[in-house]
């Protein structure tokens, strides 16, 4: 979650000259706001929502293998703990969904994908055939959606592969990533995945494009944020530590995009760009929302969610009426007075 990080210094940086930063377009603000239901001091290690099952939350941690359950409520909250192989390795470089019955920890630097039975508490590890994996996302109890390494034309860059480990099913696709030879951190971005559609969603960070995929891969189109911003330098630097080698970013980045999910056919893109129709008041005291229809890729409307207790969010969730909002230090729940 080192895109949280990078987001704060961004929202900070536009704070303080949002006038100029603002991009030429405006928003559809919904005139309702969210209504706070509940809140609650998180505990400490926080630092994503990592599923939601019926009345139960989930949160990832900043220690693999521990998370946060609670209840919808917010009132009854307990750690749980399962023992990670290799938990050095996976702690450089980890993602945790939780998907029906099954707790997922995605291992980019290892790669790995281990898979908890949370009924039995038993576990199976399934080795990534190929190299490290920067973005995952859980489409199937053994379906996944990787943004891996690889070489293309002898230059390091990144492509999505559809990968089934029980079925032995592995596909990679070969035109639907820009190939820039920057170990594809020009096209970073955030996966997530529409159930009720059965759709995969790409929403780029540091430019104004979003892909839309099906499960096979296929793009079923190109789409475009309302902000105005495109265009993105990079220059690649390689980490080395005594578990992991990283591939970073080591120039000035410009974020556009922060958060972004795929829920019930409409797609939720926390935004980091103010409109000509924003006061530098409101976009510095909210977090706002900008929602897509994920059948076409058009933009529908834009909404706030408030700063709480000074705090703007950190991670966010939608659920039916619902929202759950993570923040430094606390967490909050919010009903959605009005239709999206």
């Known amino acids: 979650m ?3 990080v990078i987001a704060v210094l961004i929202l900070m ?13 405006n928003r559809n603000f919904i005139s309702k706001t969210l209504v706070l ?19 139960q939350i989930y949160f990832e941690t900043d ?3 521990s998370i946060i359950e609670t209840d919808s409520t917010l009132s009854n909250k307990r750690l749980l703990k399962f023992e ?33 039975n949370l009924h039995r508490l038993s576990y199976q ?18 379906d996944f959606v990787l943004r891996a390494y690889q070489k293309f034309k002898g230059r390091w860059d990144q492509a999505f592969t559809m990968w089934n480990p029980v079925k032995n099913i592995f596909l990679t696709e070969e035109n639907v990533s820009k190939k820039r030879g920057d170990a594809g951190f020009s096209t970073d971005g955030m996966l997530s995945f529409d159930r009720s559609s059965s759709r995969i969603l790409y929403v780029e960070y540091y430019s104004n494009q979003f892909i839309c995929m099906d499960t096979l ?23 080395t530590t005594p578990y992991s080698k990283t591939i970073t970013n080591g120039s000035p980045l410009h974020q556009i995009n922060l958060e972004s999910k795929a829920v019930n056919g409409k797609l939720f893109i926390h935004s980091a760009t103010p409109a000509k129709n924003e006061s530098s008041k409101e976009f510095r005291s909210n977090a706002v929302i900008d929602v897509y229809r994920i059948s076409d ?10 700063e709480y207790k000074g705090e703007r969010l950190k991670d966010f969730e939608v659920r039916a009426d619902k929202i759950i909002v993570l923040y430094d230090n606390y967490v909050a729940v919010y009903s959605i007075p009005f239709n999206i």
């Open 2 to 4: 080192a895109a949280a």
């Open 13 to 25: 940086i536009i704070s303080k000259n949002n006038d100029s930063l603002k991009g030429d377009f």
């Open 37 to 55: 239901l509940y809140h609650s001091k998180k505990m400490n290690g926080l630092r994503a929502i990592c599923g939601i099952q019926k009345d």
């Open 63 to 65: 220690s693999v293998g």
């Open 84 to 116: 990670i192989p290799g938990r050095e390795t996976v702690q450089s470089l980890y993602t945790t969904f939780i998907d029906s019955s099954y707790y997922y920890i995605m291992a980019g630097n290892v790669p790995e994908v281990i898979r908890y």
């Open 125 to 142: 590890i399934f080795h990534f055939p190929k190299n490290l994996f920067s973005e995952s996302m859980v489409t199937g109890n053994s």
């Open 217 to 239: 891969l296929q793009i079923l189109y190109k789409g475009q944020t309302i902000d105005t911003f495109s265009n993105t330098v990079i220059k690649v630097s390689l980490e």
């Open 297 to 306: 890729g058009n933009y529908l409307s834009s909404f706030y969610i408030p």
